[in-house]
């Protein structure tokens, strides 16, 4: 009785199936959205800057008597410095700058007789800056009528 060993089945070729990790969507990197976002903050003080300049040029044209007011515009260091009145010996002055400290802007006003800067929003610092340009564009024309009226008043009538 020779038993022979039992045949072996021949083995299907057995395919090693990789498990699928289901791929879950990228988060857009947040790493790059910090940095878009801080050279967006940087764009838009910029923007503010040469807004505020280009209002100031806008102005001068109409007003020549404004370049008076202007103590000192710096684009370099985004500063404008604007007297109170220029009838004043004290020399007190507006100081509108943008800083940059790191990668966020910071928006500072010095009112006149202030040695120290606030740091305010834009849109307040914008706003501080219109009322301060229209109350040296304000003295302007007041003084315009006076000069006018001083005119119209000691010349002689026939």
Same mark, same amino acid.
């Given at each position: 009785?020779?038993?022979?060993?039992?045949?072996?089945?021949?083995?299907?070729?057995?395919?090693?199936?990789?498990?699928? $990790?289901? *791929?879950?969507?990228? %988060?857009?990197?947040?790493?790059?959205? +910090?940095?878009? =976002? !801080?050279?967006?903050? $940087?764009? *838009?003080?910029?923007? %503010?800057?040469?807004?505020?300049?280009? +209002?100031?040029? =806008? !102005?001068?044209?109409?007003?020549?008597?404004?370049?008076q007011?202007i103590?000192?515009v710096?684009?370099?260091?985004?500063?404008?410095?604007?007297?109170?009145?220029?009838?004043?010996?004290?020399?007190?002055?507006?100081?509108?700058?943008?800083?940059?400290?790191?990668?966020?802007?910071?928006?500072?006003?010095?009112?006149?007789?202030?040695?120290?800067?606030?740091?305010?929003?834009?849109?307040?610092?914008?706003?501080?800056f219109e009322?301060?340009l229209?109350?040296?564009?304000?003295?302007?024309?007041?003084?315009?009528q006076?000069?006018?009226?001083s005119?119209?008043?000691?010349?002689?009538?026939?």
């Amino acid at each position: 009785m020779n038993k022979r060993p039992p045949a072996k089945k021949p083995q299907a070729k057995t395919q090693t199936v990789k498990k699928q $990790i289901p *791929v879950k969507k990228i %988060a857009p990197d947040r790493i790059e959205e +910090l940095v878009k =976002k !801080h050279i967006g903050n $940087i764009g *838009v003080a910029e923007n %503010a800057f040469k807004s505020a300049s280009a +209002l100031l040029e =806008k !102005h001068k044209t109409k007003y020549p008597e404004l370049e008076q007011y202007i103590e000192h515009v710096s684009a370099s260091d985004r500063s404008i410095q604007i007297l109170e009145d220029i009838k004043d010996p004290r020399r007190a002055h507006y100081i509108f700058k943008i800083l940059l400290t790191g990668v966020e802007p910071a928006y500072q006003v010095a009112h006149p007789g202030e040695k120290d800067h606030t740091n305010v929003d834009r849109s307040a610092w914008i706003s501080t800056f219109e009322e301060a340009l229209a109350k040296a564009i304000v003295q302007i024309v007041l003084s315009r009528q006076a000069e006018q009226a001083s005119q119209g008043v000691g010349s002689p009538k026939e």
